[in-house]
């Protein structure tokens, strides 16, 4: 009797590269002098078993193999394993991200074991896919064969990795596929939304702070007229866009040009700067979007800005009880008058 062949198929068993029934049969003919004819040896994998099943069935195998790195797997057992493995770890993740901060350092901890565990079960895993194609496991030290390694197909004469394992390949094959479209649709479709949420989120940032910005300039501006008028009796001379620039009203910013002979806002509109026969000045602002304008125009100016008197929402539209605002006004009102894509604002400042 080989000691060496009985040693190896109690080996194979406890592997779970075979089956009780086939290890007792081969243990009873090497126990009877038979050879045990290891290259005909089967064993059923998890394709099966069908796609969802097989695959979890590949998860836990592959646990169950933890140790094994000599043995083989065969291409949808590595797909059933890889699949099940993404969700369970980005699940995992997001449940470990949403723990309470008092316990980060305990739920850091249990993050770092889990990945060294994936980590360890998934490198077994390819070793033995390659083992599977009659290669050696080193061959996980190179990237290019790493990345082709799930694709190929389990080679007959790579005996010496274990038994070879009983697989309809072009069934495998279509599981495989069927397997990998129903779980990159779900997260193509997660990313779609996610992607949709992060450019909404970014607009709304970018609202936010496009409009604290035209808050700090009106006020800057506005403050910066009343100190260079302040012993004037009115605003006269106050539309001398270069004038005012050289007195130290606007900023190089806003300027269109060196000699600031015009002035332009953050939305690509233009500003403009009026003196009012009732003795006060306007600081007009266009091409502001409807978000932007809502916001400006829900904003408590009177609060913050000394000389205010009102503003007028798109002041081309004429004069209306809608658009002549003079106090403040919450944000579904403010929409009513900012109905257009692009608006424009007049501050009237005293």
Request: with cysteine.
């Amino acid at each position: 009797m080989d000691m060496e062949q009985l040693e190896k198929l109690y080996d194979q068993k406890d592997k779970g590269l075979i089956s009780e029934e086939e290890f007792s049969r081969l243990r009873d003919a090497l126990l009877n002098g038979q050879p045990p004819a290891e290259e005909t040896a089967e064993v059923m994998d998890c394709s099966e078993a069908g796609c969802w099943k097989g695959s979890f069935l590949a998860f836990a195998s592959a646990f169950k193999r933890w140790k094994d790195f000599k043995g083989r797997t065969t291409r949808f057992d590595y797909w059933g394993y890889g699949i099940v493995a993404a969700v369970v770890q980005t699940s995992l993740s997001s449940v470990l991200e949403k723990a309470p901060k008092e316990i980060e350092v305990v739920t850091a901890l249990i993050a770092v074991l889990l990945s060294l565990c994936f980590l360890w079960i998934g490198t077994a895993v390819l070793i033995r896919r390659f083992h599977d194609v009659d290669m050696s496991g080193w061959w996980i030290l190179t990237v290019v064969p790493a990345f082709f390694i799930p694709f190929f197909r389990s080679d007959k004469e790579a005996v010496r990795y274990g038994p070879l394992y009983k697989t309809n390949e072009k069934k495998a094959f279509r599981l495989i596929l069927f397997c990998v479209i129903l779980t990159v649709i779900p997260l193509l479709l997660i990313a779609a939304i996610l992607g949709i949420g992060i450019a909404a989120g970014y607009s709304n940032a970018m609202y936010k702070y496009e409009t604290t910005k035209t808050v700090d300039q009106v006020q800057t501006v506005s403050r910066n007229i009343q100190t260079v008028f302040q012993k004037a009796p009115n605003y006269k001379g106050v539309e001398d866009t270069r004038k005012m620039f050289e007195s130290g009203v606007f900023e190089t910013n806003l300027c269109v040009d060196e000699n600031c002979t015009a002035l332009k806002n953050a939305f690509g509109g233009r500003i403009a700067v009026k003196s009012l026969a009732t003795g006060g000045f306007s600081l007009y602002y266009n091409n502001i979007p409807q978000n932007v304008c809502v916001n400006l125009v829900s904003y408590n100016w009177k609060a913050t800005m000394n000389g205010f008197t009102g503003l007028v929402v798109n002041p081309e539209q004429g004069l209306s009880e809608k658009n002549l605002l003079t106090n403040f006004v919450p944000p579904n009102i403010a929409k009513e008058a900012c109905f257009l894509p692009r608006n424009s604002i007049s501050w009237l400042m005293q």
